[in-house]
């Protein structure tokens, strides 16, 4: 059974950094594209970062591109987000997903991911 953790969420002021994590068990990173996404208030769910199985290619949302970095440690079997330069337009819930046969290039979907965790918050605030 495929299980998805995610963890790092919390509070950071704007400019700040947060790490998150996602432990997976029941799967192999290095043979699944794992994402991210993250979902604020009213608004549609939408797609921060991706790592493909095997090769390690990613890709990112507009809004994050040069502030976030996607990255994976198969030993440990978890994939982590770097938040740079944090603002108050991050703040949502964030989830980390898995699709066992996906390309990253391809875009970032939500409809494409089958396995989800149960997300965390990150508040970006003064």
């Known amino acids: 059974q495929v299980q998805l953790v995610e963890s790092g969420g919390g509070l950071a002021q704007p400019g700040g950094s947060l790490r998150l994590s996602c432990a997976a068990s029941?799967?192999?990173?290095?043979?699944?594209?794992i994402a991210w996404f993250r979902q604020a208030p009213g608004k549609q769910r939408e797609g921060v970062s991706c790592i493909s199985r095997v090769d390690g290619s990613t890709s990112y949302g507009d809004s994050v591109k040069g502030r976030f970095t996607i990255s994976r440690d198969n030993v440990k079997n978890t994939v982590y987000l770097q938040l740079n330069s944090l603002k108050p337009e991050d703040s949502a819930v964030y989830y980390c997903a898995a699709a066992p046969d996906y390309t990253c290039l391809s875009g970032i979907h939500p409809g494409l991911f089958g396995s989800w965790g149960q997300g965390i918050q990150v508040t970006v605030s003064s």
């Open positions: 029941g799967l192999s990173t290095n043979y699944y594209a």
